[in-house]
């Protein structure tokens, strides 16, 4: 492999990483009361997961078995 495209790959993708993780970061920056309060809309919303377990789950198949 060349020197000069795996420089510029590598320099890319340090970059990328530097970009994913300061994002990630600022997301993380949430008080106790914002916690609760998004909590609160969540419980509130009535959001959850829905499972259905039917007889076609049995063999761990698709429905359409």
């Known amino acids: ?34 916690k609760e309060e998004r909590m609160r809309w969540w419980t509130e919303a009535r959001f959850g997961m829905f499972i259905h377990w039917g007889l076609y789950a049995q063999p761990a198949r698709h429905e359409w078995v």
């Open 1 to 34: 492999m060349k020197r000069r495209p795996f420089s510029k790959i590598a320099l890319l993708g340090t970059c990328l990483l530097l970009l994913v993780t300061s994002a990630a970061a600022q997301l993380l920056k949430e008080t106790a009361q914002q």
